[in-house]
């Protein structure tokens, strides 16, 4: 018998779990191996109004895996970082603009860590529009190609940059921060990640600024229509959030983004990353 009750959202990604308590969460590890078998199966899971507090969500990840601190600091209990673009709350609230795109976390690390295994947002304060996270099934979206078009883009290899990312939302772009994005290393990476566990996915989103080997502008275009293609509303999972609701996704085979909301909207999430421990190959 199962340990989660679960409702599948759509027929691509995303399910809720009912009937957990947020106490009970944080420290059962079969429960918390049940959330990742879960994970595996949905890609997102939605936790409708936990109330998941910030000591109890790290204590809940560090469960899955081990937890990332690079970011401590802008938050009193460490493993937390707030997700706002309140200045006040998150000093690097700038970058986060580039969350409005879609994205694979971990594409642009500034060493070679590999993409992280999860993340969990807990909703604290909500935007009253927009402010929705939406998510896409990037194994589903190679499941969905056809043979030629997975054995073609089996042999691509695409360059991710953070400039690819960050030039998207910033339009007045000064020299000084483009030397800053210049100066953070490019990664390169195969167009089509294949797991450990046999399966496949691609790896799309806004740090991926070109194909090696392939006309610039002829690969910008076939990256953006593979885009389109996985992320076409039917396939889309978009999650409104009410506080006290907390949300994981699998980073490897789910793209991400924001809606776009206020940006003196309160919006604030509490996010917490587990680590990964495979590299894209």
Same mark, same amino acid.
């Given at each position: 018998?199962?340990?989660?009750?679960?409702?599948?959202?759509?027929?691509?990604?995303?399910?809720? /779990?009912?009937g *957990?308590?947020?106490?009970? &969460?944080?420290?059962?590890d079969?429960?918390? $191996? %049940?959330? !990742?078998? @879960?994970?595996e199966?949905?890609?997102?899971?939605?936790?409708?109004?936990?109330?998941?507090?910030p000591?109890?969500?790290?204590?809940?990840?560090?469960?899955?895996?081990?937890?990332?601190?690079?970011?401590?600091?802008?938050?009193? /209990?460490?493993? *937390?970082?707030p997700?706002? &673009?309140?200045?006040?709350?998150?000093?690097? $609230? %700038?970058? !986060?603009? @580039?969350?409005?795109?879609?994205?694979?976390?971990?594409?642009?690390?500034?060493?070679?860590?590999?993409?992280?295994?999860?993340?969990?947002?807990?909703?604290?304060?909500?935007?009253?529009?927009?402010?929705?996270?939406?998510?896409?099934?990037?194994?589903?979206?190679?499941?969905? &190609?056809?043979?030629?078009?997975?054995?073609?883009?089996?042999? !691509?290899?695409?360059?991710?940059?953070?400039?690819?990312?960050?030039?998207?939302v910033?339009?007045?772009?000064?020299?000084?921060?483009?030397?800053?994005?210049?100066?953070?290393?490019?990664?390169e990476?195969?167009l089509?990640?294949?797991?450990?566990?046999?399966?496949?996915?691609?790896?799309?989103?806004?740090?991926?600024?070109y194909?090696?080997?392939?006309? !610039?502008?002829e690969?910008?275009?076939?990256?953006?229509?593979l885009?389109?293609?996985?992320?076409?509303?039917?396939?889309?999972?978009?999650?409104?959030?009410?506080?006290?609701?907390t949300?994981?996704?699998?980073?490897?085979?789910?793209?991400h983004?924001?809606?776009?909301?206020?940006?003196?909207s309160?919006?604030?999430?509490?996010?917490?990353?587990?680590?990964?421990?495979?590299?894209?190959?």
């Amino acid at each position: 018998m199962s340990l989660l009750t679960i409702n599948k959202l759509t027929s691509s990604v995303g399910a809720e /779990v009912l009937g *957990i308590d947020a106490g009970r &969460l944080a420290a059962d590890d079969v429960l918390a $191996a %049940a959330v !990742l078998d @879960a994970l595996e199966d949905n890609g997102v899971l939605v936790f409708p109004g936990l109330q998941l507090g910030p000591d109890e969500q790290v204590a809940f990840c560090r469960r899955l895996g081990h937890v990332d601190h690079s970011s401590d600091g802008h938050h009193p /209990v460490a493993g *937390i970082y707030p997700i706002t &673009l309140d200045t006040s709350k998150n000093a690097s $609230a %700038a970058y !986060l603009r @580039a969350t409005f795109d879609w994205h694979i976390d971990g594409c642009t690390p500034i060493d070679d860590t590999c993409p992280q295994q999860a993340t969990v947002l807990s909703a604290v304060a909500v935007a009253a529009s927009g402010g929705e996270t939406e998510f896409a099934n990037s194994y589903g979206a190679y499941d969905e &190609l056809n043979a030629d078009e997975q054995d073609h883009c089996g042999r !691509l290899r695409v360059v991710h940059s953070l400039e690819a990312s960050q030039r998207r939302v910033t339009p007045d772009l000064s020299p000084e921060m483009l030397a800053a994005w210049r100066s953070r290393r490019t990664h390169e990476h195969p167009l089509v990640w294949t797991h450990r566990s046999g399966r496949r996915s691609l790896v799309l989103g806004a740090s991926a600024d070109y194909i090696v080997g392939m006309d !610039l502008a002829e690969g910008r275009a076939l990256l953006a229509e593979l885009l389109e293609r996985a992320t076409v509303p039917e396939k889309v999972y978009s999650h409104t959030w009410s506080v006290g609701d907390t949300v994981i996704w699998d980073n490897r085979g789910v793209l991400h983004r924001a809606a776009p909301y206020d940006p003196g909207s309160p919006r604030e999430m509490l996010r917490t990353t587990v680590l990964g421990d495979e590299p894209i190959q």
